[in-house]
Nanobody, 120 residues
Framework: QVQLVESGGGLVQPGGSLRLSCAAS????????MGWYRQAPGKERELVAG???????KYAESVKGRFTISRDNGLNTVYLQMNSLKPEDTAVYYC??????????????WGQGTRVTVSS
């Protein structure tokens, strides 16, 4: 059984910062690509940032220069540092990971979501 557990969401004022964390646990052989998605009220879920096991990254245009994704392969954890937050960043943020529980078994996993609210 593999789980992704997120933490770090909350309420922050515009211009502020938050750091999200997501740890994978359970029966894990290897964690491959990891990423963060978000879903705002009334909108579809969208990719915010992704990172490969080799630390190649990609970002949504709307967050480039403000958000930074990183990972610790030893801890099976991915982070999202969010700076210069804007009200339009308000959403539920979900962690996603491509995980092999065995060398021959590979699945896509999602966290439960953590709410980020940017408001004065």
């Amino acid at each position: 059984q593999v789980q992704l557990v997120e933490s770090g969401g909350g309420l922050v004022q515009p211009g502020g910062s938050l750091r999200l964390s997501c740890a994978a646990s359970g029966s894990i052989f290897r964690v491959n690509d990891m990423g963060w998605y978000r879903q705002a009220p009334g909108k579809e879920r969208e990719l915010v940032a992704g990172i490969t096991r080799g630390d190649s990254t990609k970002y949504a245009e709307s967050v480039k220069g403000r958000f930074t994704i990183s990972r610790d392969n030893g801890l099976n954890t991915v982070y999202l540092q969010m700076n210069s937050l804007k009200p339009e960043d308000t959403a539920v943020y979900y962690c996603n990971a491509d995980i092999q529980s065995r060398p021959w078994s590979r699945d896509d996993y999602w966290g439960q979501g953590t709410r980020v609210t940017v408001s004065s």
